[in-house]
T-cell receptor, first 113, second 113 residues
Framework: DVKVTQSSRYLVKRTGEKVFLECVQD?????MFWYRQDPGLGLRLIYFSYDVKMKEKGDIPEGYSVSREKKERFSLILESASTNQTSMYLCASSLIVSDQPQHFGDGTRLSIL | AQSVTQLDSQVPVFEEAPVELRCNYSSSVSVYLFWYVQYPNQGLQLLLK??????LVKGINGFEAEFNKSQTSFHLRKPSVHISDTAEYFC???????????FGKGTRLHILP
């Protein structure tokens, strides 16, 4: 079974802090994704990566950056956290071909105070 | 750009009754369609997917969905729901050749005793 592991289930940070969310997958998937999930808005894509050191902006990249130095690891960075970034963050991975489903981690619930 | 509409944000249904969760997508030449389920405090899991072939797709936990190209719909059904089906359900679509999946806003299924 594919395992996507997000380093923290719950995280509390302060406004202005630099925040790192880590995601690791164990199935050698080429694609990795970061979403945020908010009530009534569904999942919105922040960034995705289709290869090591490659990244593409999703629908809401502002205030975020990403890093993919190794194939199995995809990090989401909040450069200077703000209260409107309080949300559930979901990481996913998939094979490169478009008919393959995405596999999700359990999510990180991030609160910015 | 591709879009997905889940017409109901919440659906209450009595235990052992049938249920249909509706999903429509914007027209495209060729698409892949998915339904995911999210149980409380978990990430998303794949329920079923339509890639090609038979328009009736069977998934896990007794769910099925029917692809209707003329109506650009992919409604999810279950003949008899159980309390354990309480969850949020997401419809998703990707264009062939595109690694990104577009998610609907989700439908919360409430099972009434």
């Amino acid at each position: 079974d594919v395992k996507v592991t997000q380093s923290s289930r719950y995280l509390v940070k302060r406004t202005g802090e630099k925040v790192f969310l880590e995601c690791v997958q164990d199935m050698d998937h080429e694609n990795m994704f970061w979403y945020r999930q908010d009530p009534g808005l569904g999942l919105r894509l922040i960034y995705f990566s289709y290869d090591v050191k490659m990244k593409e902006k999703g629908d809401i990249p502002e205030g975020y950056s990403v890093s993919r130095e190794k194939k199995e690891r995809f990090s989401l960075i909040l450069e200077s956290a703000s209260t409107n970034q309080t949300s559930m963050y979901l990481c996913a991975s998939s094979l490169i071909v478009s008919d393959q489903p995405q596999h999700f981690g359990d999510g990180t619930r991030l609160s910015i105070l | 750009a591709q879009s997905v509409t889940q017409l109901d944000s919440q659906v209450p249904v009595f235990e052992e009754a049938p249920v249909e969760l509706r999903c429509n997508y914007s027209s495209s030449v060729s698409v892949y369609l998915f339904w995911y389920v999210q149980y409380p405090n978990q990430g998303l899991q794949l329920l079923l997917k339509y890639l090609s072939g038979s328009t009736l797709v069977k998934g896990i936990n007794g769910f099925e969905a029917e692809f209707n190209k003329s109506q650009t719909s992919f409604h999810l059904r279950k003949p008899s729901v159980h309390i354990s089906d309480t969850a949020e359900y997401f419809c998703a679509v990707s264009d062939r050749g595109d690694d990104k999946i577009i998610f609907g806003k989700g439908t919360r299924l409430h099972i009434l005793p």
